[in-house]
């Protein structure tokens, strides 16, 4: 336990009591300001399943083993108890990830292992839904609510062919994430097509962005290093009522603060503003290089998973992590989806993987 015990202040900081944290929010109700600031223990009492603490101001506080284990930051004793991500390339198209949709809308464990997978891989199809909006949205609330943006919340797009940006809608999307303009980008987002008629191609494409990522930081370190930190501008202002964009440019890799794991990509070229905030001089030319060699790595054939959705297969993917795209296409087609924020996407995650009680226990 080293010094989790010996801090005193930290851990009387942390008691579980009902004085100290409230019994069903599980807020705090501890007053930092007015823990004692010489605290000691008086008694320190070993039971089966944790130790009880008396402290010098009478106060009682008792921590299980199993908590001290968790929490324990000298030396950090916690493991994580997510899997790690699996990197994939084009070959997982023999054996991509689907879940049930049966699954999904009957339990929770269906629920579960749709997130882990959307957790480990980036991305799951679903298989089985019945190939309208009504479905598909209530399939997207198993997970969470549905995120409003200027766009709306659930959407269906039913083409118009008198429309004048028909044109617009048919061209190739090259490989991107969504809503760069947002300083929280959306965290999930799904794709069902209802139907393709009169036409063909449409192919969509997915890319593992942490994938072309670790091969870009291994094999051009200096150009990984440049889209980490050369801050892109982004912005939506195509509505003519909004002109979104985050409380500050992002660069493309965003990392933890303090181990250094990537933890969120951010890539539409199409939605930067000008790039005008450089540090210094130098950096143009050196973004638009490590920008050829990312780019090259994102286009690579053995990076894209190219397929065919199909009406009643949805697909769903972390916007934070995988790109999408689609290859240009001819006739109408019907879809409809929505977007699911990463943090509400992490907690239904975490629940229905782990428990309520071992979730709450790690915080
Ligand atoms: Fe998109
Ligand atoms: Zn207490």
Known sequence: MGRDVAANVTERDHCRCDKCRHPQTLQKLVDVVSLPEKLEPTTVEQLEDGVKIKWNDEHESFFTYKWLHLHSYAPRLEKYYSPRFKHWDSSIAENPPVTEYEKIMESDEGVAEWTRKIYIHGFSFISGVPPTPEA??????????????????????????????????????????????????????????????????????????????????????????????????????????????????????????????????????????????????????????????????????????????????????????????????????RFCGGYINRDDFYSRYLLTNYGRERVIEAI
């Not at 809503?179 to 794709?191: A, K, N, R």
């Not at 449409?202 to 370190?221: M, N, Q, T, W, Y």
């Not at 060699?293 to 054939?301: A, C, K, P, S």
Request: charged share 25%; proline share 6%.
């Open 136 to 333: 598909t949205e209530r399939l997207l609330n198993r997970i969470a609510f549905i995120r409003n943006t200027h766009y709306g919340g659930f959407w269906e797009v039913i083409p118009d062919l008198s429309s004048k940006d028909l044109a617009y809608d048919n061209i190739p999307l090259r490989a991107h994430t969504d809503t760069t303009y947002f300083s929280d980008p959306c965290g999930l987002q799904m794709f069902h097509m209802l139907s393709h008629t009169g036409g063909t191609g449409g192919e969509s494409l997915l890319v593992d962005g942490f994938r072309a990522a670790s091969i870009l930081r291994k094999e051009h370190p200096e150009a990984y290093k440049i889209l980490s930190k050369v801050r892109v501008p982004a912005h939506a202002s195509g509505n003519a009522d909004v002109s979104i964009r985050p409380y500050a440019s992002m660069p493309t890799f965003i990392h933890h603060p303090v181990n250094g794991e990537l933890l969120q990509l951010r890539w539409n070229p199409d939605d930067r503003g000008t790039m005008d905030r450089w540090a210094n001089e130098d950096e143009t030319e050196e973004w638009y290089a490590a920008v050829r060699l990312w780019e090259g790595i994102l286009r690579d054939e053995k990076s894209e998973y190219v397929f065919q959705l199909q009406p009643g297969t949805p697909v769903i993917f972390d916007n934070w992590r995988v790109l999408h795209g689609r290859r240009g296409f001819t006739g109408v087609r």
